[in-house]
């Protein structure tokens, strides 16, 4: 099955941004929207947005829109993920995930895998 | 937004007993609802989809049911390994939003 590999833990100063990578094993990185998600400390599993793998195409959550911007390399089977004007709030443990199948018809939308997970600290 | 309600925020269970987790959604999601399994350090794992449908290699003990929406996991009886945080998901808007709980966590 195919596993995916997040980049390492981050610090960064509020105003600064982040790009974080998700890596892809297997051979099904661009079969399948990839997801990726975020846990703030104390609280809940939180949607942010997905890439279409192969057009590049996104949809953002509206509180990211014009912060968040995902992008990939087929060549290496790895999506990134870059958040802006980052603040306290931003804190989290980011997730990337594979979604729905390309040839999916609005059946599915449940998360399957998940990567490991990379923690964001955001303080000045 | 959908909303997705979790009951009881924390659930204490002994090894060998039945745990049942409850889900409500503020509309009806039909059965468009998965569970996932979040242990501390570990990347969430899959357990339901389509409400009711285990997904590969999620022990039998693990059952999914519901529709519209009231949800329920059931875990028929606990095992030491099945400590961990328990969340459900809304799907219905295709491609647009997803919603989480904020999760059931059980422990010993």
């Known amino acids: 099955q195919e596993r995916l590999v997040q980049s390492g833990a981050e610090m960064k100063k509020p105003g600064a941004s982040v790009r974080l990578s998700c890596k892809a094993s297997g051979d099904t990185f661009t079969a399948y929207y990839l997801h990726w998600l975020r846990q703030a400390p104390g609280r809940g599993l939180e949607w942010m947005g997905w890439i279409h793998p192969n057009s590049g195409g996104i949809h953002s959550a509206q509180k990211f829109l014009g912060r968040l911007s995902m992008t990939r390399d087929t060549s290496i089977s790895t999506a990134f993920m870059e958040l802006t004007r980052l603040t306290s709030d931003d804190t989290a443990v980011y997730y990337c995930?594979?979604?729905?199948?390309?040839?999916?018809?609005?059946?599915?939308?449940?998360?399957?895998?998940w990567g490991q997970g990379t923690l964001v600290t955001v303080s000045s | 937004e959908i909303v997705m309600t979790q009951s009881p925020a924390t659930l204490s269970v002994s090894p060998g007993e039945r745990a049942t987790l409850s889900c409500r959604a503020s509309q009806s999601v039909g059965t468009k609802l998965a569970w996932y399994q979040h242990k501390i350090g570990q990347a969430p794992r899959l357990l339901i989809y389509s409400a009711s449908t285990r997904a590969t290699g999620v022990p039998a003990r693990f059952s999914g049911s519901g529709s519209g929406r009231e949800f329920t996991l059931t875990i028929s009886s606990l095992q030491s390994e099945d400590i961990a945080v328990y969340y459900c998901?809304?799907?219905?808007?295709?491609?647009?939003?997803?919603?989480f709980g904020l999760g059931t966590k059980l422990e010993l």
């Open positions: 995930a594979t979604g729905e199948s390309l040839s999916d018809l609005g059946t599915s939308g449940w998360f399957d895998p």
């Open positions: 998901q809304q799907y219905t808007n295709w491609l647009r939003m997803y919603t």
